[in-house]
């Protein structure tokens, strides 16, 4: 006859094994831990000044001893309450769209290009050549485009008048800068992606080629039944960056808005994103909480925009979500 005990489980073994896990991890902890305070550092402490959106910021009295708006929202009807705001927000969004899949394709078509160039030297150069304009600041661009666009020295409309055509007037006419700002994004930004997009398809196994190739599969079959399903975990990756930007059209990486047309009013209608009519209408005012305000709207969206996405994904592929 067997004899049934009440055994308690020992509670105490786990945390025993997951203490000697941690010190044997140590070094690794440590090697860590630059880029954890530096992460926290730069972007979780300062998350503390999303009260100013709430507040009425006073430098004097700092973040905590400025007074509460009364109503709470009251800084955020500047933005929701403006005239302009239909229209950036749309501005916004359809440029950012755009950006995304023109940028995307590209990248994808110029990195499988740049993988079928087998000469080191050759390829380097082409490398090189796509990823320059990254490095050059959107005032550099302006000059640029200035140089191009001009209506009295512009190179393009010196080459129309020479051939008997009308001068265009660019920086007067908004619906030419519905097609100038993006093509001027991925001109600058296209050999970032690119880069990104080589270096994940280096990582794939050469063996998947070789054996198709032996099979008899092109090129271009090789391609789409390889390259571009073993792509699929990057894309994804770097889609969800974008959806998180979608609504922002910042002043750092989209300065572009802001320089390209050399501050036209005559442009704003095409030109004008919620960051640039934000700046602007700041300046006059120096209202520390309205842009606090509009700066969380944005973050907020995109953070819930990406949650949205990134939900989606993981129903139709578990493997290939963020998170």
């Known amino acids: 006859m067997k004899t049934i005990t009440n055994a308690i489980p020992n509670r105490t073994g786990k945390p025993r094994r997951t203490l000697r896990s941690m010190r044997r991890q140590t070094p690794f902890y440590l090697m860590m831990a630059p880029g954890l305070i530096f992460v926290a550092i730069l972007f979780y402490i300062p998350m503390v000044g999303v009260i100013i959106a709430f507040k009425d910021y006073n430098a004097r009295d700092g973040i905590l001893g400025s007074p509460w708006m009364d109503p709470l929202f ?3 009807e500047f933005f929701f309450k403006s005239d302009a705001a239909r229209s950036v927000t749309f501005n916004t969004l359809f440029y950012n769209v755009v950006q995304a899949v023109a940028v995307t394709l590209c990248a994808l078509a110029l990195a499988i290009l740049l993988n079928e160039v087998k000469h080191k030297f050759v390829s380097a150069t082409y490398k090189g050549s796509i990823l320059l304009p990254t490095f050059l600041s959107w005032i550099v661009i302006q000059f640029i485009l200035f140089s191009l666009l001009s209506v009295d020295r512009g190179i393009v409309n010196s080459m129309i008048s020479e051939n008997g055509g009308e001068t265009i007037y660019w920086y007067s006419e908004p619906s030419y800068w519905r097609y100038i700002l993006p093509i001027a994004y991925i001109w600058k930004n296209v050999g970032y992606y690119s880069v990104l997009y080589v270096a994940a398809i280096a990582g794939i196994n050469t063996d998947y080629y070789e054996a198709a190739q032996l099979d008899g599969a092109s090129k271009w079959q090789r ?17 969800l960056l974008w959806v998180g930007k979608l609504f922002n059209g910042g002043l750092g990486d989209w300065n572009g808005f802001y320089t390209l047309p050399n501050d036209a009013g005559a442009l704003y209608s095409a030109t004008d994103v919620i960051d640039t009519l934000v700046f602007r209408s700041l300046k006059k005012v120096n209202d520390y909480g309205m842009a606090s305000a509009i700066g969380l709207y944005q973050a907020v969206v995109g953070f819930f925009l990406v949650l949205i996405s990134n939900y989606i994904i993981k129903k139709k592929d578990p493997d290939s979500a963020l998170f």
């Open 74 to 76: 009251k800084n955020f």
């Open 223 to 239: 391609i789409k039944h390889i390259t571009l399903p073993l792509l699929q975990p990057t894309i994804i990756v770097l889609s």
